[in-house]
């Protein structure tokens, strides 16, 4: 990581490896969005009623 971090900062830094890491940016900002969102969250399923607990 340091690594890509001083090949970026340097000045002959490629432009290819700063769109990458836009890309990796833009890719977790939607996957951090997608799950504070609660995307693909079913409901619960609706159990039937317990007909031993009321009186008859």
Same mark, same amino acid.
């Given at each position: 990581? !340091?690594?890509?971090? @001083? ?5 002959? @830094? !490629? +432009?290819?490896? &700063?769109?990458?890491?836009?890309? +990796?940016? *833009?890719?977790? @900002?939607?996957? *951090?969005?997608?799950?504070? *969102?609660? &995307? ?5 399923? &609706? ?5 031993? @607990?009321?009186?008859?």
């Amino acid at each position: 990581m !340091s690594r890509l971090l @001083a090949r970026v900062l340097r000045e002959e @830094a !490629s +432009a290819p490896v &700063v769109e990458y890491g836009v890309v +990796a940016a *833009l890719i977790a @900002a939607v996957l *951090l969005t997608a799950a504070s *969102l609660g &995307v693909g969250h079913q409901p619960p399923p &609706v159990s039937a009623p317990d007909l031993r @607990a009321s009186p008859r």
